[in-house]
């Protein structure tokens, strides 16, 4: 491999070397056609069956239902803020949402544009160090849905189930996405941006359950209508091609892999070794509660701020780089998506062992 980091990055994010050695030939000359992928009509046979191929490895890796569609929108994930309820909510209609962080927050403040939202937990007072368990809420009856995010990046806790609960669910998958089984069934949307799990930045995959799609206000613009874009194959107007080919690339690495239950397996063992190494010693201290802890985000303190910024200018000296936490948590965040090594944790680990022991609180 040519020289590369461990790169923690919380977002775009490291991606398989593999894929980015094809993507570096394919985006000179694709399939022998003498020009690159990025070059190529998104009407072409070639490009057509990349959009093709990609749903269809989304849609066997994750499972989803025929009766759901799969969307490659642009506009990132926090423009699905407000689609979802510019489709699914208007006036007198409800829905409910879980503020478990930054992104839920910003989610919430686009639905009140569009109908009502109960806020029927929140986490903020407490920084955001945990999820709820179904209990510590209650969903309306008359609501459309219950929206969570499945995973709060900055923040670095995860719902570790998701709820049963006697409604639609909708989520924001954005960071999580592919890391581990579960049923899409129970969804009627997830929204995920690319740039974590799936490939690079500027495609947003949202699935939705069919019938959905009839709810839209008729005063919706054309280009913000889930219907537009379910009606012509995310090809109403040119989709983002080449994060949907590398989208693509990475889906085939996963199911090459074993698929969502081989690297559900790989992200635990990664993700416990190094909570086991946060809670060997009071050294180091996970920000979030254990029970809502995150396989993907990793957030942790040290005993002072300068020792944490010492901890970052070494650890980045030995190739462990990204590792600086959100500034709303401070302290450091190790973002270990699909595609981060096992041998970068490794590393981590190592180094935190060998800090603690030199740099005494
Ligand atoms: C959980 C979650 N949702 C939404 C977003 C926003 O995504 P975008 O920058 O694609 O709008 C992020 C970005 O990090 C995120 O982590």
Redesign the pocket.
Known sequence: MAERVFNFS??PAVLPYEVLEQASRDIVNFQGMGMGLIEVSHRSKQFIAVMDEAEALLRELMGIPGNYKVLFLQG???SQFFMVPMNLLGPGKKAVYLNTGT?SKKAIKEAKLFGEVNVAYSSEEQNFVRVPTPAEYTVDKDAEYLYL?S???IYGTQFPEFPVVDKMLVS?M??DILSRAFDVSRFGLIFA?A?KNLGP?GV?IVIIREDLLDRTPANTPTMLSYKTHADKGSMFNTPPCFAVYIVGQVLKWLKNLGGVEAIEKINREKAALLYARIDASGYYRGHAEPASRSLMNVTFNLPTPELEAKFIAEATARDLNGLKGHRSVGGCRASIYNAFPREGVVKLVDFMSEFEASNPA
């Open positions: 919380p977002g990132g994930a926090s992104w995010v995973n709060n990046t924001d954005s960071s941006g740039q930045a947003t």
